[in-house]
């Protein structure tokens, strides 16, 4: 037993150094051929080495050597620090990022697609990571433009169990690319809806993750939500697909996206109102530049004005999802179990929306708190009933206690009524209370049963009663129709 625990270890090792020799003569290879030419070959040596590895094992091994070649060779970043970078021309650039679009096309093997992928991009937490993310920004966003589905998904799979702040950086290459720097460009990203639902989806749990509507700086483009609520709004199920399609793990990674869009979809939804008053409140001054900042006041009001529409079709269409959301815990025998709307964001939404309110004059933000508090309670109510939220009213009340009062909330909070049994006795005056739980009262005691009355006796027959005379009849009255009615109405 011992000599075999021994062979094999002499065996690990001489793989080691068979493969940290065959490493390092490839790096010395790599060193003579120009930028683009040594970065083909890498990626050339990672398809056959993962490709040979997936034969034996159904998950191979990243030795760091490789990680190295990629860092050193793909994003320049050099081993050595006396040794100067090689850097790729913008032209060079454009070339490697069509290298890797036809790679990833053109493979097969969804397998060896994925850990190529991963082995490229995963974050290292070293200097590469910069280099590392750009490279990835460009290669997704030039997939969106072409319509590479493999690298989509490839990427719906980076996204997913990638650390958020990694996911909200290519959140924010996507956006700038086909938001902001071309007009009219959205309607390439647009297209991707029907090519590749689980990008989608990780997509929109990047954005909600990234525009959180903490700053003016964070509230969603126009053209970005207008885009998000239409794909919503057709098949609410898109925001379901990445939960649908993932084995459910008792812990989930630390720091990931969430499984689901719902909870920045819900904050969206909930504080949309009042994030668009923010910064936008009445001026104190003394009239200097009072009409430059009244005609800001007013645009950024049209503007909130004129997106609360789409914010109005999202909400319905989440309060939809979370509808759906208790048909597919019970499939997956999770319902009760596993909440896909978790308390400590609706802590977290309650804190902003107290934060809100507070900021903000509550006299000129009434008709946007009552709308705030609205659909908070709705989102609520349905979350509970469906199972997506795993807490009791009680935990809730205190928690809400610090909100504005708001009769939908409040009748929330206080819970169904609670109806009698069949057949069972009231007391007097009982009245199911609404907005406040239901009160206890003492059971009625039992009362004795009554003796039986006894029997009266019948009574003998009455003498007939005399017949009248009939009465005379009295004159008709005649209709007079030039006299007023006597009607005069109440003032």
């Not at 003016?216 to 057709?234: G, T």
């Not at 939220?389 to 009680?394: A, D, F, K």
């Not at 005649?478 to 005069?488: D, E, I, N, Q, S």
């Amino acid at each position: 037993m011992e000599q075999q625990t021994q062979r094999r270890t002499k065996r690990k090792s001489d793989n080691n150094k068979y493969s940290k020799d065959a490493m390092s003569d490839m790096r010395h290879s790599l060193l003579r051929r120009d930028a683009l030419s040594a970065a083909k070959e890498v990626l050339y040596h990672l398809d056959i080495y993962f490709s040979s590895q997936l034969q034996n094992a159904s998950v191979p091994n990243v030795e760091k050597g490789t990680i190295e070649l990629v860092e050193e060779f793909i994003f320049h970043v050099p081993k050595e620090r006396n040794v100067q970078p090689k850097r790729l021309n913008s032209l060079q650039e454009l070339q490697l990022l069509e290298i890797m679009c036809s790679y990833f096309q053109e493979q097969s093997k969804d397998a060896v697609r994925q850990i190529i992928f991963s082995t490229l991009f995963s974050p290292q937490g070293n200097k590469a990571d910069d280099s590392r993310l750009a490279m990835l920004g460009k290669l997704v966003s030039m997939a969106v433009a072409v319509c590479r589905v493999p690298i989509l998904e490839c990427a719906a799979s980076w996204l997913q169990r990638t650390h958020a702040v990694y996911c909200v950086r290519l959140a924010r290459v996507l956006v700038d690319d086909y938001c902001s720097l071309v007009p009219m460009s959205i309607q390439t990203l647009k297209q991707i809806f029907s090519a590749s639902p689980r990008f989608c989806c990780q997509f929109i749990t990047a954005v909600t993750a990234l525009y959180d509507l903490s700053t003016d700086d964070l509230i969603p483009p126009h053209d970005l939500l207008e885009m998000v609520v239409d794909w919503i709004f057709e098949d609410p199920r898109l925001t379901l697909v990445t939960f649908l399609n993932t084995p459910i793990v008792a812990n989930l990674p630390l720091g990931c996206l969430e499984l689901t869009p719902l909870a920045g979809l819900v904050r969206w939804c909930v504080e949309s109102p009042l994030s668009y008053k923010r910064n936008r409140k009445p001026s104190l001054s003394n009239g200097h530049g009072a009409s430059s900042k009244l005609s800001s006041e007013g645009a950024g009001e049209g503007e909130g004005d004129s997106q609360q529409p789409l914010y109005s079709k999202l909400h319905l269409s989440v309060l939809q999802i979370l509808m759906m959301v208790q048909v597919h815990l019970a499939e997956k025998d999770l319902y009760g179990r596993f909440g896909l709307l978790m308390f400590e964001h609706v802590v977290q939404l309650v804190e902003e929306l107290s934060r809100l309110v507070e900021e903000l004059n509550p006299l000129n933000t009434a008709r946007e708190t009552e709308l705030s508090l609205d659909r908070l309670a709705q989102s609520l109510q349905v979350a509970m009933a469906s199972g997506a939220l795993l807490c009791s009213r009680e935990d809730l009340r205190p928690l809400c206690s610090r909100l504005p009062h708001n009769n939908l909330l409040q009748l929330v909070l206080s819970g169904p009524v609670q109806q009698p049994a069949p057949h069972a006795a009231l007391p007097p005056g009982f009245y199911p209370h609404i907005h406040t739980p239901p009160l206890s009262y003492p059971a009625l005691p039992v009362h004795p049963a009554h003796p039986a009355l006894p029997v009266h006796p019948t009574h003998s027959a009455l003498p007939a009663h005399p017949t009248h005379s009939a009465h005379p009849t009295h004159p008709a009255q005649t209709f007079l129709p030039g006299m007023a009615f006597p009607y005069r109405p109440i003032r």
